[in-house]
Every structure is written in structure tokens, then in C-alpha cells.
């Protein structure tokens, strides 16, 4: 394992009786972390710990032959396939410039998932089951490399289980993420192979159960949540999914458009093998027309990322694609949330979806699914195609009713040899506050975290290329261009802390490919100004090595109810 666990400086917020700057040797004390998980039952241990989803190449030269055709299986009677062959072989990094000539490029790549300690001491690392080293009854599930929008990490409504997304296919598939989904098939989609989506779900144990699905056909799955409270009234508890769907013409087929954006699914313990997927099953819609513009391609306004739940209420957001709306938005399940104008904030008491939503099969093709949902009071609200200046909003995190924390990834501009300078430019990328305003019912931007990240500061990774990529013309080395996924932990002294998986920018041909970072900062919940959070800073507890990537980051199971600082 080539990650690199760091000793830094870490600096926090000025309390009373606290400097502003802690040696991380202190904050793991104070976060009684700085000890291995317990020996018990539990493959996380009772001390409370991290767990950060990874995915690592398998760097085989022969997955890739230069000059073959790609996509696998593409119709030129049906798809626009590109012409000419794969550039590259399947040595990384050279290998992602073959993006530049088929743009589903990916190869499916093991997962793995590290308990760490909140300082960033790997524990120990569990192997998610695969075709390499594949499960009971051979269940198995991999990522597709370099997809940077996959692997988030979320924990179950009462904490026992942690989830995510991924795709049964076998280690070293080419084009799985831009695959049609089985039941879903895309005629015109040019990646002319078929593979189920499937949520995975951990326990404390280490026990892994797989639970598959015909959405996000010729896109990617990205995070899921299972709700499997008391009062669900499903059995095993059901999945709130979000992702995108469509890799073909326009219009798309009904079931394409079904499979996007937020999706909810019934768990199931049942082997893959057993399983028989169904038509996908929509959990709610947005289209811009709430907001007065004119309506997009169908399906495309769902083009759904980060997810959390909050206080019953499901959240989501979305920051890639021409359409729809950058922005965080919430799912109304009582109607009165945004009765005009498609911004609101949630209705006092409102209870979680229980059921997929109720739509007109034959009025899908045409106008899309019924509107349930709302972009949340005070973001953004300008349509991506009018909006002068773009939001990239990832993962969000609640440290309580009045305050959110979300992630911008940053635009991951490499237009030209200014993208470090561009990087280093940006206003809004990093870790943004958000403080909801009572009376005015409305969420206010309070500041953006940015220092210690380096945005735009090109650094080396042990056994990259130097200097340019004759593919791109650009610097092989990445910079951090912003934050993806998030997750965090109020202390009771009025701090909170969160960790961070960075996204970078360089010139590869696949940004998502460079080796990124897990880093934390904390800040004081109470604090609204900028300059209260002047001497705030963030440090770099790990760095992915050569071929690896981080991707998600969660409080491991069990945390919420177990020993947690």
C-alpha cells in the first residue's frame, strides 16, 4: 500500500484556553484516536475511527492495445464511435490520454476501504470483494478508474452500516461506467456493453451484502444512503441512490430516463447471482422549468452527486454538465416546500420518502418525471446555460440546523498552461460555510476554507511522469483544484472538525486519475465572519501513491452510537 500517512501542523480556531495551532500529536490525544481500533468483534474496533474508500489500478500494460477500437462493442450503425484506434496502452498514467480519443474511457478497478484513525493512521485496510479475489457466491463489485465522482461513503439512518456504489463487472473491464445498465439498453449509446449498477452495504463485522440495479444506464451510480430506521416498513431498509444516466442521442429511452438522478431501491440480502432487477425506480425529479427557464434534455437536470440526509429531510447536489442547475437541493415530500418558483427551504416536520415516485409512464419520454424537488433557499438558482458564474458543489455536511458545510470541487479548468494560476485563482472552490438565516428563511455564504489546501501548487508524486504530457501539452504533476467528498464531527467545545478528499487538476489526460489527498481543518460552529476564521488551516493527512486514488471519507460504522471523541 504506497499511501503516506503525514505529520503536520494542524490549525484550528482560536478559543479560550486553546492556541489557534495544535501539533497533530495533540489533536489525537485530544481525539483519544491516537491508538489502534480495540480487539473485538468488530472489524473497526470501539475507538472511533475514519474510513476512506480507495481505488487502485492494476497498471497492466495489455488491458489496452494501441489501435484497437473503443468503445468495446460500439455500432456505428446506431452510435457515433470515434474513428482511428486507442492512442495508448494500459501503463499508467499514459494510459488516460485514451480519454482524449474515446470519451467513456475507464477501467474498472478494485476498491478498498481503510480504517484510520482521525489523524490519519491507516488501521487496517478491508478488499472489497471482486473477480480477482471474489466474495461468497462469488458476489463481487469494482469502481471504474479514473471516475472521480464514485465511491462516496455514507452511513445508514441508524449508523450500523456503511454504503456506497460500484459496478458488477470484473477487475479490468474497459468502459464499464458509460456501460447501458441490463434492463436499460441504449441502442445509440456507443459503449455497447451491459452491467448492473449495485449498492454496497458494510457492517461493523466486515460483512459485505450487494444489492443491484438497473439505474444510472450508460452513466455512474455515486453514493447511496440506507435508511433502515424502525419505522421504514421495508424489511433490510431501502437506499436513496443519486447519479446520472445517458450516454447516448437524444431523446433517450424511457427507462434511461427513469434510471437518473435520485433513485430509491429496496435492500436485499439475496447473492448477486439471485438477484433479477427490475425497471429502476425514481425517487424524485427536478427540471429548471420550476425556475421559469425552458426545459432541458430530458433527464439531464438529475445529474445528482453529493447526498446526505438531515433532520428527515434528503439532500442532494449537482455540479457537472451543461444543464440544470449547479446548486444543493432538497426532496419535498409534503408538496408546500416550493409551491412556485422551485427555491424553498424544507417544511417543519416533514418526513423522509418512504416510496419512489408516482409518475405517467407515457408522458415520461416527452416531459420527463413529475417536479419534487427544490433548490434550497439562498444557493445558487440560475440554470447552468444562462449562469455567468458556475458553482461545483460535491459533498455536504450538516454540523447542525444552522450550519452546512459543502465542498466545491473547483472547475477543473485545464484550458492551458495557466491552470495552476487558474487553480490557485479561485474564489469559491474549498470548503464552503453556510449559516441559515431564520427570519429571512434562507441560507447565507459566511466564508470559504481555503488555506493550507495550496489550490493551484503543483506537487510531485513518487514515480509520475516530469514535465509535459506530449499528449496534452500540459505539466504532468496535479494541483489540489478544490474538495469532493466530506464528512465531520462537532466536539463538544464548539468545534468542528472535517475531513476532505481533494480533487486535483493537471495535464493528464483524465484528471480524475491523479493520486489526491485526505486532508481536515476545524472551525468554530458559531463563528459567521471570515476573519474569525482567518487562522483556520487545513493539513494533509494522506497522500494516494502512484496508480491509487482517494475517493470517499465517513465516521466508520457503528461510530455514531460507539465511542466517537
Given at each position: 500500500m504506497a499511501i503516506t500517512t503525514l505529520r503536520s501542523t494542524f490549525c484550528g480556531p482560536r478559543l479560550a484556553a486553546r492556541p489557534a495551532c495544535l501539533s497533530?500529536?495533540?489533536?489525537?490525544?485530544?481525539?483519544?484516536?491516537?491508538?489502534?481500533?480495540?480487539?473485538?468483534?468488530?472489524f473497526f474496533g470501539d475507538s472511533g475511527l475514519l474510513v476512506v474508500s480507495r481505488s487502485v489500478y492494476d497498471n497492466a500494460s495489455s488491458t489496452v492495445t494501441p489501435g484497437m477500437?473503443?468503445?468495446?462493442?460500439?455500432?456505428?450503425?446506431?452510435?457515433?464511435?470515434?474513428?482511428?484506434?486507442?492512442?495508448?496502452?494500459?501503463?499508467y498514467p499514459t494510459v488516460w490520454n485514451n480519454a482524449l480519443y474515446d470519451a467513456s474511457f475507464g477501467i474498472a478497478s478494485r476498491i478498498f476501504l481503510d480504517a484510520?484513525?482521525?489523524?490519519?493512521?491507516?488501521?487496517?485496510?478491508?478488499?472489497?470483494?471482486?473477480?480477482?479475489?471474489?466474495?461468497?457466491?462469488?458476489?463481487?463489485?469494482?469502481?471504474?478508474?479514473?471516475?472521480?465522482s464514485e465511491l462516496s461513503l455514507n452511513l445508514s439512518?441508524?449508523?450500523?452500516?456503511?454504503?456506497?456504489?460500484?459496478?458488477?463487472?470484473?477487475?479490468?473491464?474497459?468502459?464499464?461506467?458509460?456501460?447501458?445498465?441490463?434492463?436499460?439498453?441504449?441502442?445509440?449509446?456507443?459503449?455497447?456493453?451491459?452491467?448492473?449498477?449495485?449498492?454496497?452495504?458494510?457492517?461493523?463485522?466486515?460483512?459485505?451484502?450487494?444489492?443491484?440495479?438497473?439505474?444510472?444506464?450508460?452513466?455512474?451510480?455515486?453514493?447511496?444512503?440506507?435508511?433502515?430506521?424502525?419505522d421504514n416498513g421495508k424489511g433490510n431498509g431501502f437506499y436513496y441512490m443519486v447519479g446520472n444516466a445517458g450516454n447516448g442521442a437524444?431523446?433517450?429511452?424511457?427507462?434511461?430516463?427513469?434510471?437518473?438522478?435520485?433513485?430509491?431501491?429496496?435492500?436485499?440480502?439475496?447473492?448477486?447471482?439471485?438477484?433479477?432487477?427490475?425497471?429502476?425506480?425514481?425517487?424524485?425529479?427536478?427540471?429548471?422549468?420550476?425556475?421559469?427557464?425552458?426545459?432541458?434534455?430530458?433527464?439531464?437536470?438529475?445529474?445528482?452527486?453529493?447526498?446526505?440526509?438531515?433532520?428527515?429531510?434528503?439532500?442532494?447536489?449537482?455540479?457537472?454538465?451543461?444543464?440544470?442547475?449547479?446548486?444543493?437541493?432538497?426532496?419535498?415530500?409534503?408538496g408546500k416546500a416550493?409551491?412556485?418558483?422551485?427555491?424553498?427551504?424544507p417544511v417543519a416536520g416533514a418526513k423522509l420518502p418512504a416510496n419512489p415516485l408516482a409518475y405517467d409512464a407515457s408522458t415520461v419520454a416527452a416531459n420527463g418525471l413529475p417536479s419534487n424537488v427544490c433548490v434550497l433557499a439562498g444557493f445558487p438558482a440560475t440554470p447552468n446555460k444562462t449562469a455567468t458564474k458556475l458553482a461545483y458543489p460535491f459533498g455536504v455536511?450538516?454540523?447542525?440546523?444552522?450550519?452546512?458545510?459543502?465542498?466545491?470541487?473547483?472547475?477543473?479548468?485545464?484550458?492551458?498552461?495557466?491552470?495552476?494560476?487558474h487553480a490557485a485563482q479561485q474564489t469559491t472552490a474549498g470548503l464552503q460555510k453556510w449559516v441559515y438565516n431564520a427570519v429571512t428563511k434562507s441560507w447565507k455564504l459566511a466564508y470559504t476554507l481555503q488555506n493550507g489546501l495550496d489550490l493551484g501548487a503543483a506537487y510531485t508524486v513518487p514515480g509520475y511522469p516530469v514535465g509535459t504530457n506530449s499528449a496534452t501539452r500540459l505539466p504532468w504533476s496535479p494541483a489540489t483544484d478544490g474538495l469532493r467528498n466530506i464528512t465531520g464531527h462537532v466536539g463538544q467545545d464548539g468545534t468542528v472538525t472535517i475531513w476532505a478528499i481533494t480533487s486535483t487538476v493537471s495535464g493528464n489526460g483524465d484528471q480524475?486519475?491523479?493520486?489526491?489527498?485526505?486532508?481536515?481543518?476545524?472551525?468554530?460552529?458559531?463563528?459567521?465572519?471570515?476573519?474569525?476564521?482567518?487562522?483556520?488551516?487545513?493539513?494533509?493527512?494522506?497522500?494516494?501513491?502512484?496508480?491509487?486514488?482517494?475517493?470517499?471519507?465517513?465516521?466508520?460504522?457503528?461510530?455514531?452510537?460507539g465511542k466517537w471523541f
Open positions: 497533530l500529536a495533540v489533536f489525537l490525544a485530544f481525539a483519544g484516536a491516537g491508538a489502534p481500533a480495540q480487539a473485538d468483534d468488530s477500437a473503443l468503445p468495446p462493442n460500439c455500432n456505428s450503425a446506431q452510435a457515433s464511435c470515434p474513428t482511428g484506434g486507442a492512442p495508448d496502452d494500459g501503463t484510520i484513525t482521525p489523524g490519519g493512521h491507516v488501521v487496517r485496510t478491508l478488499e472489497v470483494p471482486n473477480s480477482l479475489h471474489p466474495g461468497h457466491d462469488h458476489d463481487q463489485l469494482v469502481t471504474s478508474f479514473s471516475s472521480k439512518s441508524d449508523g450500523r452500516y456503511l454504503t456506497f456504489m460500484g459496478y458488477v463487472a470484473p477487475v479490468n473491464t474497459i468502459d464499464v461506467s458509460n456501460s447501458n445498465t441490463p434492463g436499460a439498453i441504449d441502442p445509440t449509446n456507443p459503449d455497447g456493453q451491459a452491467f448492473y449498477r449495485a449498492v454496497a452495504r458494510l457492517d461493523a463485522e466486515g460483512h459485505f451484502s450487494f444489492t443491484e440495479t438497473n439505474a444510472y444506464s450508460g452513466n455512474n451510480g455515486r453514493s447511496a444512503l440506507l435508511n433502515n430506521g424502525k437524444n431523446p433517450q429511452p424511457v427507462d434511461v430516463i427513469l434510471g437518473a438522478g435520485a433513485q430509491f431501491i429496496e435492500a436485499t440480502k439475496q447473492q448477486e447471482a439471485q438477484q433479477t432487477p427490475g425497471t429502476p425506480t425514481p425517487l424524485a425529479s427536478f427540471s429548471v422549468t420550476q425556475l421559469g427557464a425552458k426545459a432541458d434534455k430530458v433527464g439531464k437536470d438529475d445529474n445528482f452527486r453529493g447526498l446526505t440526509v438531515f433532520n428527515n429531510v434528503v439532500y442532494f447536489t449537482k455540479g457537472s454538465g451543461g444543464n440544470g442547475v449547479n446548486t444543493v437541493y432538497f426532496v419535498d415530500t409534503t416550493c409551491p412556485s418558483g422551485g427555491v424553498g427551504v455536511w450538516f454540523a447542525d440546523a444552522n450550519t452546512l458545510y459543502v465542498a466545491d470541487e473547483g472547475d477543473g479548468y485545464a484550458g492551458g498552461t495557466d491552470l495552476y494560476t480524475g486519475a491523479d493520486p489526491n489527498r485526505l486532508v481536515a481543518v476545524r472551525d468554530v460552529v458559531r463563528n459567521t465572519t471570515a476573519s474569525g476564521a482567518a487562522n483556520e488551516h487545513f493539513v494533509t493527512l494522506r497522500e494516494a501513491g502512484f496508480g491509487e486514488v482517494l475517493r470517499g471519507v465517513s465516521l466508520a460504522p457503528g461510530a455514531l452510537s
